[in-house]
């Protein structure tokens, strides 16, 4: 099954609320889905009330003590199943050093471990190209970049796009990506002339689901909730549905 990093090298474009909410609504479909938190700052450990007090107890456990992954996993509230981070994964890039072997430890994991054949996963990235970031898209067939509706955005896919063709020639094989935007606000003429950029830039592999700036969105983390749970009927819960509609239907996800 699909094995996705959700990855920006630009800060706060949506990455964990993507992973949260994509996540929630393939649980709800009887996907049981793995989410994997590879951020050290371990926002979505605790919108999912996962955080642990022992690093070694988080993925930091994986990487220093040679843990399973399948023994960190814990729960959700909503029953799927969360790999959590701790502030202790920043020690990682510094401690695994740049080699292929480091690259792929979680790729290796994963793949030792069996965890991916029948349940889907999903890797939340922190926004920085370091040892952790590159594991999880060397961990994944494909990646999924939300890009916010905002002029600095730009820019940050641009970086991406040249960091993914930058891996490419690592992988030898090309990256299957979609980038997707995020925060769209339809009143703003800036939401609209960021997509413009984008779609010439981007073509098909830019969703044509738009996930717009909304409250039940914003709103729903302080309650250690995804959307779905928080706001059934938004606005915001509508358009992570389309958004997986669309990449189930492209064949981004199976
Ligand atoms: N569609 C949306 N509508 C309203 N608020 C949103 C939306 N998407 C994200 N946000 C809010 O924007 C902020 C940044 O989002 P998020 O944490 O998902 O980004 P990120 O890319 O994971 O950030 P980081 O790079 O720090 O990991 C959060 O407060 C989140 O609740
Ligand atoms: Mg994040």
């Known amino acids: 099954?699909?094995?996705?990093?959700?990855?920006?090298?630009?800060?706060?474009?949506?990455?964990?609320?993507?992973?949260?909410?994509?996540?929630?609504?393939?649980?709800?479909?009887?996907a049981?889905?793995?989410?994997?938190?590879?951020?050290?700052?371990?926002?979505?450990?605790?919108?999912c009330n996962a955080a642990v007090e022992a690093s070694e107890r988080s993925l930091y456990g994986f990487y220093s003590r040679g843990a399973t992954l399948a023994g960190l996993i814990k729960f959700s509230p909503s029953g799927w199943k969360i790999i959590p981070s701790?502030?202790?994964?920043?020690?990682?890039?510094?401690q695994l050093g740049k080699g292929p072997q480091a690259l792929n430890r979680l790729a290796a994991g994963i793949a030792k471990?069996?965890?991916?054949?029948?349940?889907?996963?999903?890797?939340d990235a922190c926004p920085m190209l370091g040892v952790l970031s590159l594991n999880g898209v060397f961990a994944a067939d494909r990646v999924l970049v939300p890009i916010s509706a905002d002029y600095l955005a730009i820019k940050g896919a641009a970086q991406m796009e040249r960091t993914l063709r930058a891996l490419e020639h690592v992988l030898k094989k090309r990256v299957e990506r979609r980038y997707v935007l995020t925060r769209f606000d339809s009143r703003r003429k800036m939401s609209w002339d960021v997509e413009n950029k984008l779609r010439e830039r981007f073509g098909a592999e830019l969703c044509e689901t738009r996930i717009g700036e909304t409250v039940s969105i914003a709103e729903s983390p302080a309650h250690r909730r995804d959307v779905f749970a928080h706001a059934p009927e938004s606005r915001g819960a509508a358009d992570y549905t389309a958004l997986l509609e669309e990449l189930t239907a492209s064949g981004f996800m199976r």
């Open 86 to 94: 701790h502030l202790d994964l920043s020690r990682v890039d510094a």
């Open 1 to 30: 099954m699909a094995r996705i990093a959700v990855f920006n090298q630009k800060g706060g474009v949506g990455k964990t609320t993507t992973t949260l909410n994509l996540a929630a609504l393939l649980a709800k479909r009887g």
């Open 113 to 123: 471990e069996n965890l991916n054949t029948d349940r889907p996963i999903l890797m």
């Open 32 to 47: 049981d889905p793995l989410v994997i938190d590879l951020d050290p700052q371990a926002h979505l450990t605790g919108i």
